[in-house]
C-alpha cells in the first residue's frame, strides 16, 4: 500500500516539471475574454474574429505586448484604435514568446469558433493523426498541456497491453459505453494524479479531449472486430 501511494506521490510531483506546450484556448479565456469577443461584435475592445487578417503578426505581437508604446510611436493602426475605443489602453500583457505566438495561430486557426466545432464532432471523423495524437497522449509520449500524468499511468487499454497501469478500470470498451458526449464530460472532470490543481486551467485542451476519444474509439471498434471474428472462427 505504501509503495502504490509512494508511486501516486512521485507521479503528481512530476507533472510539475513537465514544460507543457501553451494552451491558446486557455489564454484567450483568461487574458482576452473580459475585453474582447470572437465573432459575436465589439466588447470594450475590437472583435477579434479576423484580427490576423486586419494586422500582421509583428504589428500585433508590438500592439499585444505594450499598446501604450505602439500608440507614442504614432503608430496609424494604434492611434485610430485608440481614439475609436473611447481612448483606452489595452492592458500590457506579459506573454512569452511561445504564448504570444500560439496564441497568434488560436486566433488565425478560428479561436474559440474552431474550439466549439471541436468540441462537437465525432470521435469517428478523427483523421489518423488525430488518433495517433491521442495514443501519444494516453501512453505519455506527448505530454498533457496541463503538465498531469499521462492516462497510462493509471489505465491501460488493448492496443497498449502491458504498458499501462492498473489502477484504474481498462479503457478499451470506455467509448462503446460512454459514446461521445459521455466519454468527453468523464475527461472534462479530470482525475487524480492526472490533473494538476491549477485554478482556472482545464484538465484537459479541447484538442487533447478530441484526440484521446479518437484514439479510444478506435480501440474500441478494434476490439468489437476482434471478439466478433473470434465468434465466426
Known sequence: MKSVVLCLVLLAGAAFDVRAEPDPGGIFTRKCSSCHTYGKGDLVGPDLKGVTDRHSRQWLT?????????????????????????????????????????????????????????????????????????????????PLASGGASCSSCHRVRDTAGTGGSLGPDLTSAYARFQDRGLASLLARGCFPRVVNVPGR?????????????FLQTEASRHVQAQTSSVRQ
Open 202 to 214: 482545464p484538465s484537459l485542451t479541447d484538442q487533447e479531449s478530441f484526440a484521446l476519444r479518437a
Open 62 to 142: 508590438t500592439w499585444i505586448s505594450s499598446s501604450e508604446n505602439a500608440i507614442a510611436s504614432g503608430d496609424p493602426a494604434a492611434v485610430a484604435l485608440f481614439r475609436k475605443y473611447k481612448q483606452q489602453r489595452m492592458p500590457e500583457q506579459k506573454f512569452s514568446p511561445s504564448e504570444l505566438a500560439a496564441l497568434l495561430d488560436y486566433l488565425a486557426a478560428g479561436g474559440p469558433e474552431a474550439d466549439a466545432r471541436r468540441r462537437n464532432r465525432r470521435a469517428d471523423s478523427a483523421t489518423p493523426a488525430e488518433i495517433d495524437l491521442g495514443r501519444s497522449l494516453f501512453v505519455g509520449r506527448r
